[in-house]
């Protein structure tokens, strides 16, 4: 039997200091930058896919709309996977402009940093040791400089972090 240890809220201070402070900056950055980033040549289909999504699962007595079935093998498959994030950040940008769609998906990316500094801080305890993670992130431009307009491999490359995060904290907890 395990038994508990009790945390300080020193530790747990110092802890989530590191963090909170790197994701201070990065809040800041989105709300000064989220604007000056241009449209990519999909985030148009992507979004209005989003919009199709929402009204398919939402709207009363909407017919299925052929854009989001795919055929294979003689069978139909609706494609919610493809496009729940964009039917989520649909739902929380009312205005459907750009510049909102950009500065949501940069705050999605919050988890990615997150999952990043969870990591390392497990391995190492020590915070600002584990501020390496988010700042190899900052410093990869096919991920920092992606994430605002690119609403497909930016939201993968998040889950896939936060994935991979997960299952490495969950192996190191003994049941």
Not at 47 to 69: C, I, Q, W
Not at 83 to 103: D, E, K
């Amino acid at each position: 039997m395990h038994i508990l240890k009790f945390v300080t809220l020193k530790k747990i201070f110092a802890a989530l200091l590191p963090i909170a402070l790197f994701l201070a900056l990065y809040y800041i950055y989105a709300a000064l930058t989220f604007k000056d980033f241009g449209i990519t040549w999909d985030e148009l289909d992507v979004y209005s896919t989003g919009k199709l999504m929402y009204e398919h699962l939402f709207a009363r007595g909407a017919p299925d709309n052929p854009a989001l079935v795919f055929k294979t093998g003689g069978q139909e498959i609706k494609a919610v996977y493809n496009y729940l994030y964009s039917t989520t950040v649909y739902i929380l940008n009312p205005r459907q402009t750009f510049a909102g769609y950009h500065l949501l998906n940069m705050l999605f990316g919050s988890f990615a940093f997150i999952a990043a500094y969870a990591m390392l801080f497990k391995k190492y305890k020590n915070g600002w040791l584990a501020l390496i993670g988010p700042l190899f992130l900052v410093c990869m431009p096919r991920f920092f400089g992606d994430l605002p307009a690119n609403p497909k491999d930016g939201t993968f490359a998040v889950m896939y972090l936060v994935v991979i995060g997960a299952i490495y904290i969950l192996s190191l907890i003994h049941i």
